[in-house]
T-cell receptor, first 116, second 113 residues
Framework: GAGVSQSPSNKVTEKGKDVELRCDPISGHTALYWYRQRLGQGLEFLIYFQGNSAPDKSGLPSDRFSAERTGESVSTLTIQRTQQEDSAVYLC??????????????FGPGTRLTVL | AQSVTQLDSHVSVSEGTPVLLRCNYSSSYSPSLFWYVQHPNKGLQLLLKYTSAATLVKGINGFEAEFKKSETSFHLTKPSAHMSDAAEYFCVVSDDRNTPLVFGKGTRLSVIA
């Protein structure tokens, strides 16, 4: 498809387990963002990848959170030793060079994570 | 530092009546401003964006927003609400292309038949 895709769409896990969330950006988009949306809240920034530059990790809430990106393609967000407060929808967005000046980002459908 | 305040957490209107969702922003620069809509269990969809070309911005589904620098506002309007407009709406600001988007907390729009 032409849009940003994320998998899985839903993930239920037990407290203490590790989870991996995947994002496939729009082909050719150099920038990729991860956000978290807690119930009834706006989006919180987590991490930003731009091409081959070092990622901006300033939004990661703890060292249990990490993310990787292979070149300008797929990204995975990993949460280790999950806690109940990690329950949220995790959204990925990508941005192409044509949209860079105004920072228009295109969002995926999200992964709903529930930690029991 | 940039920030966004959505003044109403919930707005309820009758079908066919006007919609007004209020947003005030704080920005050090000339910002880009966006409205996104999120329907239940759906992804975020861009409604419209302000990028300094024109202060009155027209978006999809009949929505408009007006950038008022003197009031630091970017309110979203629609002349006549439709049932399908019921959703969560987010006002978003961006100062710089290398920074993440900053989201408001959202306004839930209910449309009553």
């Amino acid at each position: 498809g032409a849009g940003v895709s994320q998998s899985p769409s839903n993930k239920v896990t037990e407290k203490g387990k590790d989870v991996e969330l995947r994002c496939d950006p729009i082909s050719g988009h150099t920038a990729l963002y991860w956000y978290r949306q807690r119930l009834g809240q706006g989006l919180e920034f987590l991490i930003y990848f731009q091409g081959n530059s070092a990622p901006d990790k300033s939004g990661l809430p703890s060292d249990r959170f990490s993310a990787e990106r292979t070149g300008e393609s797929v990204s995975t967000l990993t949460i280790q030793r999950t806690q109940q407060e990690d329950s949220a929808v995790y959204l990925c967005a990508s941005r192409g060079n044509r949209d860079i000046f105004h920072n228009e980002q295109f969002f995926g459908p999200g992964t709903r994570l529930t930690v029991l | 530092a940039q920030s966004v305040t959505q003044l109403d957490s919930h707005v309820s209107v009758s079908e066919g009546t006007p919609v007004l969702l209020r947003c005030n922003y704080s920005s050090s620069y000339s910002p880009s401003l966006f409205w996104y809509v999120q329907h239940p269990n759906k992804g975020l969809q861009l409604l419209l964006k302000y990028t300094s070309a024109a202060t009155l911005v027209k978006g999809i589904n009949g929505f408009e927003a007006e950038f008022k620098k003197s009031e630091t506002s970017f309110h979203l309007t629609k002349p006549s609400a439709h049932m399908s407009d019921a959703a969560e709406y987010f006002c978003v600001v961006s100062d710089d292309r290398n920074t993440p988007l900053v989201f408001g907390k959202g306004t839930r729009l209910s449309v009553i038949a």
